[in-house]
Nanobody, 130 residues
């Protein structure tokens, strides 16, 4: 059974940094594209970033490009999101999501596709505020 558990969220001041982690189990992690998505209060899920199975290709939403870095450790079945220069508009619950099939190619997306990423964790809250 697929399990994704996020951690690392918290309260941080604008301009600060946080690194989120996602522990994956129940599937062959190293063969799947993985994504981070976020959901702010009263809004739909927003695609944030995506990384291919080997970790050599990463993609970002324009809103986070240059500030966030996605990475993975296939030996540890872990996905990460390093978030820098945080802004109040980054406040959201952040979820890691697993591609449905090994054939899903990592790419830039205009929106989160729940059909291609049907499995995600409960999320970790990130609040950016003074």
């Amino acid at each position: 059974q697929v399990q994704l558990v996020e951690s690392g969220g918290g309260l941080v001041e604008p301009g600060g940094s946080l690194t989120l982690a996602c522990a994956a189990s129940g599937f062959t992690f190293r063969t799947h594209t993985m994504s981070w998505v976020r959901q702010a209060p009263g809004k739909g899920r927003e695609w944030v970033s995506e990384i291919n199975d080997a970790g050599g290709a990463a993609y970002y939403a324009d809103s986070v490009k240059g500030r966030f870095i996605i990475s993975r450790d296939n030996a540890k079945n872990m996905l990460y999101l390093e978030m820098n220069s945080l802004k109040p508009e980054d406040t959201a619950v952040y979820h890691c999501a697993k591609a449905k099939r090994t054939t899903v190619v990592a790419q830039t997306r205009d929106s989160f596709d729940p059909d291609e990423f049907p499995s995600w964790g409960p999320g970790t809250q990130v609040t950016v505020s003074y």
